[in-house]
Each structure stands twice: as C-alpha cells, then as structure tokens.
C-alpha cells in the first residue's frame, strides 16, 4: 500500500477524524483499524504507531467528543447567578446534552455506552471533570452563604450520585421517553434545600 506523508502531529488526528467518521457511518462493533488505515492510506502497521489498539483509538475520539460537553458545562460555572440556579442549570444542560447526542449522535453515543461499560479511564476522567465542575459550584455557595456543608467531597458525591439518572448514558437512554425536566427540578430543589440546611 502506497503510504501517504504526514507530520506526527498531523497523522494523528487524520486517524482520530477517521476513526470518528467511521464510527458515524459503520458503528462501533463495524470500525476496525484496517478500515481506518485504509481510509487513511496508510499500513496497519502505521496506525499502531500511534494508537495500540482500536479501544485506545475510541477511547480518543469520544475523549474529544466529551471535552465539548465539559467546557459547556465550565461555562456555567462563570454565569452570575446563584448557585442553586447554578446547580439546576449544570443538572438539566448534561442531561440535555446527553439527550441531544443520544438522539443526533447515536453511533458515537452508542461507542460511549460501549467505553462505559467496559470502565475504561476515559470515562473515569469524565466523571473526575464532572466532579469537579460539581464541586466549584458547591464551593461557590458555601463562600456566598447559600449552602451550608461541612464536607465538601461527600457532597458532590451524594449530589452525583442522586443525578447519576440524567447523564449516565445507559440512563439517559433508558429515560429518553420520560418527562426528565420535571424530574431534575424536583430532585434539585431536594438538593439545594438539603444543602442549605447544612445535612451534609
């Protein structure tokens, strides 16, 4: 196979937006990383100079599939309201997100669902980015007087772990067809007020 030049820097993200295409037209289960060289015009050989297997090249794709999703929520974080109108506004904008890709992205969606199941660190730093905006928003409370929490770690995770339904992918598949929003007003409003009186 003629092989095309190509910086470093270059070849890997052509693999990156191949695999991604890919992904997009064939799914997860149909990408393979001899398709992908091909497409590429590339060997085999060359692909796995870059990536190891094909799971670390999903991994990278839905890695920058996720990144868009994290600094949307970011920005949330610098919006001047309250913190409980911020916690309610970063619950429903992932949900809605996750919502959006599971209906205009379902191939990639589904490759997500597939990386979680399997565990991999990919999703492990999705959560830890998550956690992590989370937690922002709490600080930004407890320095304003809104909530009132002792532990700020096990907050975020209590408050984690009671969303966990609106943006774990199998959940969000799982509750496409459910009145979601009226959901995540009530179990914010049990947050905020639970936070608010120091429970945590």
Not at 28 to 38: D, F, G, H, L, Q
Not at 177 to 187: A, D, G, K, L, P
Not at 190 to 199: D, K, Q
Request: glycine share 2%; charged share 25%; aromatic share 6%.
């Amino acid at each position: 196979m003629a092989q095309a030049e190509h910086p470093v820097p270059e070849t890997r993200e052509l693999i990156l937006a191949t695999a991604e295409a890919h992904l997009r037209r064939y799914g997860y289960a149909r990408t393979t990383v001899s398709e992908i060289a091909r497409t590429c015009k590339m060997s085999h050989a060359n692909v796995y100079r870059f990536f190891n297997t094909k799971a670390e090249i999903i991994d990278a794709v839905i890695s920058r599939w996720l990144t868009g999703i994290e600094q949307a929520l970011e920005a949330i974080t610098k919006q001047q309201n309250s913190a409980t109108e911020q916690l309610y506004t970063y619950v429903l904008e992932l949900h809605r997100i996750k919502r959006e890709k599971l209906s205009n992205d379902v191939e990639l969606f589904e490759a997500l669902i597939a990386v979680a199941k399997a565990d991999r660190q990919v999703v492990e730093r999705h959560m830890y980015i998550l956690n992590s905006i989370l937690q922002e928003i709490l600080i930004g409370a407890v320095q304003d007087g809104e909530f009132k929490i002792a532990n700020i770690e096990q907050a975020t995770a209590a408050v984690s772990a009671a969303t966990l339904k609106f943006h774990h992918p199998l959940m969000v598949k799982e509750s496409l067809h459910e009145n979601t929003e009226e959901q995540i007003s009530t179990v914010v409003k049990l947050l905020t007020t639970s936070l608010a009186a120091g429970c945590v």
